[in-house]
């Protein structure tokens, strides 16, 4: 039985249903992260980093902002220290009290320090030494982003923080134009996820088992 089988939510699929709003979609996607077991977490961050790193996007770049997975999202630090291994310059988020994102070079995983967000509700892991400030995922040449689904259209759903939006926003602002590469399970690919007007779509997605460039009509392996 497959893990969306025992969880029984099928998220792929909305044929014929109400278009659910974003707190049910975001309910839905982290009941069955939540019933990941820890092998299941680490077989998947491993088949994504080996795609991950099969991207042109990733092999041409110099700087690429990413972040620290936390719990069972998908796990991303195999393919932190594989681009760090590279010797791409791997910038790393730290929330601000208001949800921004200030950034800091990653260095290995001895690097990050645990930080208490949300009166110690939250924990994650961010990188230590000096803040460069939001403004630094200007110089990123591909931009990781964490989201719990995407869509047919690249439309990306987040946790509902809005750090990411302000992201996405300031790149618009300083009219720059990285990469933008979401990091998800298969499942989380679906039909149509609900949008917002300041949601902004993604250029492609990374699952374990392949790669999907929006426009494309079929999950392509790297």
């Known amino acids: 039985m497959s893990i969306l089988d025992s969880a029984g939510i099928d998220l792929r699929q909305n044929r014929g249903q109400p278009e659910p709003d974003k707190r049910t979609r975001r309910r839905e996607v982290l009941q069955v992260r939540n019933g990941l077991t820890a092998d299941d977490v680490q077989w998947h961050a491993d088949a994504l980093a080996r795609r991950a790193l099969g991207l042109p996007e990733l092999a041409e770049a110099r700087t690429v902002a990413a972040y620290v997975s936390v719990g069972s999202e998908p796990g991303t630090l195999a393919?932190?220290?594989?681009?760090?291994?590279?010797?791409?310059?791997?910038?790393?988020?730290?929330?601000?009290?208001?949800?921004?994102?200030?950034?800091?070079?990653?260095?290995?995983?001895?690097?990050?320090?645990?930080?208490?967000?949300?009166?110690?509700?939250?924990?994650?892991?961010?990188?230590?030494?000096?803040?460069?400030?939001?403004?630094?995922?200007?110089?990123?040449?591909?931009?990781?982003?964490?989201g719990l689904s995407v869509d047919a259209r690249g439309m990306r759903l987040g946790r509902g923080g809005g750090s990411y939006d302000r992201v996405l926003a300031r790149l618009e602002r300083a009219r720059v134009r990285p990469a933008l590469v979401v990091l998800l399970y298969d499942w989380e690919v679906v039909e149509r996820v609900p949008e917002e007007p300041h949601d902004r779509p993604v250029d492609a997605v990374v699952t374990p088992s392949g790669v999907r460039r929006f426009g494309d009509p079929a999950p392509q392996a790297p």
């Open 79 to 146: 393919l932190l220290d594989a681009l760090r291994a590279r010797g791409v310059r791997v910038l790393l988020p730290a929330l601000l009290p208001d949800n921004d994102l200030a950034w800091g070079v990653y260095r290995g995983p001895e690097s990050l320090k645990p930080t208490r967000h949300g009166g110690g509700r939250m924990t994650l892991l961010e990188p230590a030494g000096e803040r460069l400030g939001p403004g630094a995922v200007t110089e990123a040449d591909a931009v990781l982003l964490p």
